[in-house]
C-alpha cells in the first residue's frame, strides 16, 4: 500500500453467515454499478462465507474488487475439525481477514489474546488483518468504554503490525440492534482514542493504520461518519449484502 496511501479509505463488506450461489451475481452487480471506479480513491473489500470466496475471487476478476475471510484460525494446519487456516485463505485469492469480530468475541468467547494469535496467523500468511475491536451497552454506561477498547486494541493487535498489513475496526455493540445510536461526537471521539493508542503501540509503523467504524453505516448515514477525523472507511454488514446498498455507501465515500 505504501505509505502515502496509509489514510487510503476502506470499504469492506462483512456478509456474515448470508449468501448461497445465487448471491455471487452481486458481485457482476456492483462492479457494473461503480462502472470500472472502484479503486479510482478508494480500496473496496468483500468479505463472504467461506463456501463463496474461491468463487467470488473468480467473479471479481481484474475488476480491482478485493476479497477476504471472515474469521482464520491462529494455526497454519492440523486437527482442527471445521476451522480454516490463513493459508487457505489466501490459496483462495483473499487479500484480508477480519480477526475479532464482536461476534466471534461475544458468540464464541473469543480473548483478545486468541485474537492476537489469528491476527499474526493472518500476517504470516500474506493477508491484511482486520481487527474488531468495540465495547458492549454494559460497559459503555458503566463508563468503561474507552479502557475496554484500549485494552482489547492493546491485547490483539499483533506482533509486527504495520499500516500496510493491519486495519483496525470499531464496533460500537452497544449502537448494534439496541436502537440506541452513536453520534458522530462517539464516533470522533472514540477513533481518535484509537489512533492515539496505535501511535503509542507501533510508533511510525502503526500510528497511520487505518480504522474503520462498524456501526450500522447506510448509504444515508456514510458521507456524515467518512467525513470524520481518523475515520478511514467502514465495515460494513447488512447494507453490503444489495450491491446497489454497497454502491451508494462507496459513492458516498468518494463523494459522488
Request: charged content about 20%; overall charge negative; proline content about 2%.
Amino acid at each position: 500500500m505504501g505509505l502515502d496511501m496509509a489514510r487510503r479509505k476502506l470499504i469492506a463488506g462483512n456478509w456474515k453467515m448470508n449468501g448461497l450461489q445465487s448471491a455471487r451475481k452481486q458481485v457482476q452487480d456492483l462492479i457494473t454499478l461503480q462502472g470500472g471506479e472502484m479503486l479510482a480513491k478508494l480500496d473496496v473489500l468483500l468479505c463472504p462465507p467461506a463456501t463463496l470466496l474461491a468463487d467470488m475471487v473468480r467473479d471479481a476478476g481484474a475488476s480491482g474488487l478485493h476479497m477476504g475471510g471472515q474469521d482464520c484460525h491462529a494455526e497454519d494446519h492440523g486437527a482442527h475439525t471445521g476451522d480454516i487456516a490463513a493459508s487457505m485463505l489466501k490459496d483462495c485469492g483473499a487479500a484480508y481477514v477480519i480477526v475479532g469480530h464482536s461476534e466471534r468475541r461475544a458468540d464464541h468467547g473469543e480473548s483478545s489474546a486468541e485474537v492476537k494469535a489469528k491476527a499474526e496467523a493472518a500476517l504470516a500468511a500474506g493477508l491484511i488483518a482486520i481487527v474488531c475491536v468495540g465495547e458492549t451497552l454494559h460497559e459503555r454506561e458503566a463508563g468503561q468504554a474507552f479502557s475496554v477498547v484500549g485494552g482489547q486494541v492493546k491485547g490483539s493487535v499483533p506482533d509486527g503490525a504495520t499500516a500496510e498489513n493491519c486495519v483496525l475496526a470499531y464496533e460500537p455493540v452497544w449502537a448494534i440492534g439496541t436502537g440506541k445510536v452513536a453520534t458522530t461526537d462517539d464516533i470522533a471521539a472514540m477513533h481518535g482514542h484509537i489512533r492515539e493508542l496505535l501511535d503509542a503501540l507501533g510508533g511510525t509503523a502503526l500510528v497511520d493504520a487505518r480504522v474503520l467504524y462498524g456501526g450500522s453505516v447506510k448509504p444515508g448515514n456514510a458521507s456524515d461518519i467518512f467525513a470524520l477525523d481518523n475515520v478511514d472507511g467502514g465495515l460494513i454488514g447488512g447494507a453490503s449484502l444489495k450491491a446497489a446498498d454497497f454502491s451508494a455507501i462507496i459513492d458516498a465515500t468518494n463523494g459522488r
